[in-house]
């Protein structure tokens, strides 16, 4: 009994030095159902790295979707195409397949405020965490302070590299808010620097013809900012009434033929907060600045 209690920690022992935790919790539990199944070790063997190969899976996905630092956890799989319908669906879930990123190309959501470009670009972002890929969230005028930061602590060397690290980039809202020259220089160089190396994904509501005013007027620099964006682009324009508008007038139609549903906005709020969005993995702080170094 004393010499097979010592095996049993031996092997815990050598399954945490090689940091395999599932096996580790799961390893008895599959014994005995290989012992009942009359399976071989090979079977047993095959189970329990395909326990903990799938387990890792998880978690690493779970971690690129942190690290993404998205603003809300949007699914194409919500998006609601019948209310945008000159949208071509076919090609939203192509390019959710994620191949434009190995290809270094890049998606311009162009369309109106409330239209589903942010939508649309976080869903297609998630699943490309899903599949590997390493994604950052940012919106335009984040990124320019951003910049503007590292640029006061000296630290533009580590911000560059460590978007060289990412595969994917949104930068949402471009054309919100104009920039002055500092900025727009600064976002030029972001843009310069992902040109070919790192894929992005940008939602603006401007036609490129009005880009200048957002990059302080300067047609030069916005020429050849368009000029490396554009080089390989999925142009996606979308046009017609506010999604979210709509969205929100469906969902209270549907409520108000439901009065069950319709009395539960009468009801007093959960007092527990809404849960923090998605912060960056490990030790990286909570706002959307990539400076500091990844943990890996």
């Known amino acids: 009994m004393n010499e097979r209690m010592n095996e049993r920690l031996l092997l815990q022992s050598y399954l945490r030095t090689l940091r395999l935790p599932t096996m580790l919790r799961e390893y008895v539990q599959v014994a005995r159902q290989c012992a009942e199944q009359n399976t071989d070790y090979e079977e047993f063997l095959e189970r329990l790295t395909e326990q903990e190969i799938l387990n890792r899976s998880v978690k690493a996905t779970a971690r690129r979707l942190k690290l993404a630092n998205f603003p809300a956890p949007k699914e194409l799989s919500d998006f609601r195409f019948s209310a945008v319908p000159h949208l071509n669906k076919q090609k939203m879930l192509e390019l959710a397949r994620c191949e434009f990123i190995a290809k270094k190309s890049n998606i311009v959501f162009l369309g109106p405020p409330g239209v589903g470009k942010t ?39 580590r911000l560059e590299a460590n978007i060289r690290r990412s595969d994917l980039i949104i930068i949402d809202e471009l054309g919100y808010i104009p920039l002055d020259k500092v900025g727009a220089e600064h976002l030029f160089g972001f843009f310069s620097q992902c040109y070919e190396q790192v894929s992005l994904i940008v939602t603006t ?56 549903q319709d009395s539960l906005q009468d009801q007093p709020e959960d007092p527990k907060q809404d ?21 890996t």
Do not use: M
Request: aromatic fraction near 6%.
């Open 205 to 260: 509501n401007l036609p490129f013809a009005q880009w200048p005013q957002t990059f302080a007027g300067d047609e030069r620099l916005t020429g050849a900012l368009l000029d490396r964006l554009t080089h390989r682009v999925n142009i996606v324009d979308i046009q017609g009434e506010s999604y979210r508008l709509g969205a929100s007038l469906a969902d209270r139609e549907g409520l108000s033929e439901n009065p069950k």
């Open 119 to 157: 939508h649309l670009s976080i869903g297609i972002a998630r699943e490309a965490c899903r599949r590997g890929h390493r994604v950052r969230f940012f919106t335009a005028a984040g990124l320019v302070n951003i910049y503007l930061e590292a640029r006061e602590e000296r630290k533009l060397l």
């Open 275 to 295: 849960s923090l969005p998605d912060q960056p993995e490990d030790s990286h702080p909570t706002n959307d600045n990539p400076s500091e170094p990844e943990t």
